[in-house]
């Protein structure tokens, strides 16, 4: 029994005759003989706890920074009405700070043998699996001076996936890739290496691409379209080990690599090609592989949910080793990694020309944009040692990327928000350049 109703029952006890009862609460009930039995009374009719049945439905998805609503059946097969002040406890990453009293706490009126919802409304803040905890209900007499407590497990799962902020970025570069494939009239209409088709010649045409024989067959000069190629297939890794952990303003740099990630595997899938993803740092934390075109980014979007980063150093000769199995033909390998030194050239450059020799190799890092911010400082002294401090860090960086250059690697280097656009264009320079 939780004697929740006591200010209740002081402010009762403050309207009787000065000297009837103790200061005491067991007094009060001693020498108050109807308030004591009011409150047995009270206790009684409260309805019992643990014989309510409760079950979940709502949302089992959502991206990170949308909301989720799951509801809680309360069912009451007992004979009394229940009035309860009902706690639904999630982990509290579920909500936004200083949010999760007002969206846990409810209060609700069951009516015998009926039952009641309520909804308890998430906004998650961080990627992965969400698990409810304990609900919490106290049920109160029909005075509200004492209740019965008890708690009960209702299980659900809200899986928050990424936001996929990228995708605004799609549409321009789909326009760029129709253009590529001959399905807009433009200059360079038919870029590519694969033969289309045959049409008339217009000014402008490159009359290297004119069809002699075609033209000999018939009263106009003829010539021939291309299009890139289709059904190449590019393999997206993801480096899940400890640089992945590093912030870039308000997330890791893994959450960046994702964002870009998703953007180029929408733009393969409409382009033909085929895109699977794996996950590593010294083993496999995820692997997608085989998935039509409408099917991969969904896939995709689930697979990389619940990736944290690892603090562990990256196993560039298993990353390797994995790779080469997971693409055993000529591919576009992706590689979102970091371009620290000490990485690069202890663990990626020695086992690089294994990845060279077999497959077209992109590597794309997060850069932090604050480094930048810090070149330009000036001011003080510490403003300028801080501007010595971020060239030297950007020129290492520069040199870092200009040694996989020279064995063939095309590097993408950008801040978050200029990743996802720029991976895009990488991919379709190399689409028309023939290279995939």
Same mark, same amino acid.
């Given at each position: 029994?939780?004697?929740?109703?006591?200010?209740?029952?002081?402010?009762?006890?403050?309207?009787?005759?000065?000297?009837?009862?103790?200061?005491?609460?067991?007094?009060?009930?001693?020498?108050?003989?109807?308030?004591?039995?009011?409150?047995?009374?009270?206790?009684?009719?409260?309805?019992?706890?643990?014989?309510?049945?409760?079950?979940?439905?709502?949302?089992?998805?959502?991206?990170?920074?949308?909301?989720?609503?799951?509801?809680?059946?309360?069912?009451?097969?007992?004979?009394?009405?229940?009035?309860?002040?009902?706690?639904?406890?999630?982990?509290?990453?579920?909500?936004?700070?200083?949010?999760?009293? #007002?969206?846990?706490?409810?209060?609700?009126?069951?009516?015998?043998?009926?039952?009641?919802?309520?909804?308890?409304?998430?906004?998650?803040?961080?990627?992965?699996?969400?698990?409810?905890?304990?609900?919490?209900?106290?049920?109160?007499?029909?005075?509200?001076?004492?209740?019965?407590?008890?708690?009960?497990?209702?299980?659900?799962?809200?899986?928050?996936?990424?936001?996929?902020?990228?995708?605004?970025?799609?549409?321009? /570069?789909?326009?760029?890739?129709?253009?590529?494939?001959?399905?807009?009239?433009?200059?360079?209409?038919? $870029?590519?290496?694969?033969?289309?088709?045959?049409?008339?010649?217009?000014?402008?045409?490159?009359?290297?691409?004119?069809?002699?024989?075609?033209?000999?067959?018939?009263?106009?000069?003829?010539?021939?379209?291309?299009?890139?190629?289709?059904?190449?297939?590019?393999?997206?890794?993801?480096?899940?080990?400890?640089?992945?952990?590093?912030?870039?303003?308000?997330?890791?740099?893994?959450?960046?690599?994702?964002?870009?990630?998703?953007?180029?595997?929408?733009?393969?899938?409409?382009?033909?090609?085929?895109?699977?993803?794996?996950?590593?740092?010294?083993?496999?934390?995820?692997?997608?592989?085989?998935?039509?075109?409408?099917?991969?980014?969904?896939?995709?979007?689930?697979?990389?949910?619940?990736?944290?980063?690892?603090?562990?150093?990256?196993?560039?000769?298993?990353?390797?080793?994995?790779?080469?199995?997971? #693409?055993?033909?000529?591919?576009?390998?992706?590689?979102?990694?970091?371009?620290?030194?000490? =990485?690069? $050239?202890?663990?990626?450059? =020695?086992?690089?020309?294994?990845?060279?020799?077999?497959?077209?190799?992109?590597?794309?890092?997060?850069?932090?944009?604050?480094?930048?911010?810090?070149?330009?400082?000036?001011?003080?002294? $510490?403003?300028?040692?801080?501007?010595?401090?971020?060239?030297?860090?950007?020129?290492?960086?520069?040199?870092?990327?200009?040694?996989?250059?020279?064995?063939?690697?095309?590097?993408?280097?950008?801040?978050?928000?200029?990743?996802?656009?720029?991976?895009?264009? #990488?991919?379709?320079?190399? /689409?028309?350049?023939?290279?995939?």
């Amino acid at each position: 029994m939780a004697l929740t109703g006591r200010a209740a029952l002081l402010a009762a006890l403050g309207s009787l005759p000065v000297g009837i009862w103790d200061p005491s609460l067991t007094g009060i009930l001693a020498v108050n003989a109807p308030l004591a039995v009011a409150c047995a009374c009270d206790f009684a009719l409260a309805a019992p706890v643990r014989r309510l049945g409760l079950t979940r439905s709502g949302d089992t998805s959502v991206r990170l920074g949308e909301a989720a609503d799951v509801t809680l059946t309360v069912t009451n097969p007992s004979s009394r009405p229940l009035r309860a002040r009902l706690r639904d406890a999630w982990p509290p990453s579920s909500w936004q700070p200083g949010t999760e009293v #007002a969206a846990s706490r409810h209060s609700l009126t069951v009516p015998a043998g009926e039952r009641r919802r309520v909804t308890t409304r998430l906004r998650p803040t961080r990627r992965g699996d969400r698990q409810a905890d304990r609900i919490t209900i106290r049920s109160y007499g029909p005075l509200g001076l004492l209740s019965r407590q008890g708690t009960h497990k209702a299980p659900w799962t809200v899986r928050v996936l990424p936001p996929f902020t990228s995708r605004k970025h799609l549409p321009s /570069k789909l326009a760029r890739l129709r253009e590529l494939d001959g399905r807009t009239s433009v200059l360079t209409r038919g $870029e590519g290496t694969e033969f289309d088709s045959l049409r008339e010649y217009v000014p402008g045409d490159d009359t290297r691409s004119i069809d002699w024989r075609a033209t000999a067959r018939q009263s106009s000069v003829a010539v021939r379209t291309w299009r890139p190629e289709r059904d190449r297939h590019i393999l997206l890794v993801l480096d899940t080990g400890r640089t992945s952990a590093g912030r870039v303003g308000d997330a890791p740099r893994l959450d960046a690599s994702m964002d870009a990630a998703l953007l180029l595997a929408a733009l393969v899938s409409r382009a033909g090609d085929r895109v699977d993803l794996m996950a590593y740092d010294r083993r496999v934390r995820a692997l997608v592989q085989g998935r039509t075109a409408r099917d991969v980014l969904p896939s995709l979007v689930n697979a990389m949910a619940t990736l944290e980063p690892e603090l562990v150093e990256l196993d560039a000769r298993g990353l390797t080793a994995s790779a080469l199995r997971t #693409a055993p033909r000529r591919s576009l390998i992706v590689l979102l990694t970091s371009l620290d030194t000490a =990485p690069v $050239e202890e663990g990626l450059l =020695p086992v690089l020309s294994q990845l060279t020799q077999r497959h077209t190799v992109l590597v794309a890092s997060v850069a932090d944009p604050y480094i930048a911010r810090m070149t330009t400082a000036r001011g003080n002294t $510490e403003a300028v040692f801080e501007a010595a401090a971020a060239a030297q860090a950007q020129s290492e960086r520069h040199r870092t990327a200009e040694q996989l250059r020279r064995h063939g690697v095309t590097v993408v280097d950008k801040t978050p928000e200029e990743l996802a656009p720029a991976l895009a264009d #990488a991919y379709l320079a190399l /689409k028309t350049a023939g290279r995939l």
